[in-house]
T-cell receptor, first 115, second 117 residues
Framework: AQSVAQPEDQVNVAEGNPLTVKCTYSVSGNPYLFWYVQYPNRGLQFLLKYITGDNLVKGSYGFEAEFNKSQTSFHLKKPSALVSDSALYFCAVRPYSGGYQKVTFGIGTKLQVIP | KAGVTQTPRYLIKTRGQQVTLSCSPISGHRSVSWYQQTPGQGLQFLFEYFSETQRNKGNFPGRFSGRQFSNSRSEMNVSTLELGDSALYLC????????????????FGPGTRLTVT
């Protein structure tokens, strides 16, 4: 069975500091990996994805994520946090093994950027 | 392009009743998925449809059902509502391809907030 773990319920970081939101996964087959963000009272928005190729992928709002196959991780990063980055972040995985597989989301990590 | 729309946005129902939620995907998107979001459980996958066919189904009881129409619009139905069904129900659409490509990101609607009393 596939699974996604986001080990931190909440991450606090000072504005201007780098931030990391952690994600590890477990799948059979090749993983398609995604990060989404949910601002208060709004739906989820797509940030970035890893399909294949370069392990470092860049996305919206200055975010990037690094795929590490040996550690089965896909951590979200940003060099300099903004107060407006405060939101709920979800990691998701969709295995590809010859056909459609369902998407599994992590439980979410609340990011709090402190002014 | 208009985004994913969901109706109604808010709903209050009584235990034992049934409810139907509606989702209109982004124009041209053929895949629609439904999720249940609760504070303790995160996003739980309900089902996914592509070209009117259910592609995947999550681990929910048979009280939860869905369908997709020829114009890609989708509905989900919950019968015999229970208190635990109170949640935010999210619909997401993606382009999808019949050939098996599943690498597309999903675009989410604002959700329907269902409260069961």
């Amino acid at each position: 069975a596939q699974s996604v773990a986001q080990p931190e319920d909440q991450v606090n970081v000072a504005e201007g500091n780098p931030l990391t939101v952690k994600c590890t996964y477990s799948v059979s087959g090749n993983p398609y990996l995604f990060w989404y963000v949910q601002y208060p009272n709004r739906g989820l928005q797509f940030l970035l994805k890893y399909i294949t190729g370069d392990n470092l992928v860049k996305g919206s709002y200055g975010f990037e994520a690094e795929f590490n196959k040996s550690q089965t991780s896909f951590h979200l990063k940003k060099p300099s946090a903004l107060v407006s980055d405060s939101a709920l972040y979800f990691c998701a995985v969709r295995p590809y093994s010859g056909g459609y597989q369902k998407v599994t989301f992590g439980i979410g990590t609340k990011l709090q950027v402190i002014p | 392009k208009a985004g994913v729309t969901q109706t109604p946005r808010y709903l209050i129902k009584t235990r034992g009743q049934q409810v139907t939620l509606s989702c209109s995907p982004i124009s041209g998107h053929r895949s629609v998925s439904w999720y249940q979001q609760t504070p303790g459980q995160g996003l739980q996958f309900l089902f996914e449809y592509f070209s009117e066919t259910q592609r995947n189904k999550g681990n929910f009881p048979g009280r939860f059902s869905g369908r997709q129409f020829s114009n890609s619009r989708s509905e989900m139905n919950v019968s015999t509502l229970e208190l635990g069904d109170s949640a935010l129900y999210l619909c997401a659409s993606s382009p999808g391809l019949a050939g098996g490509q599943s690498s597309y990101e999903q675009y989410f609607g604002p959700g329907t907030r269902l409260t069961v009393t």
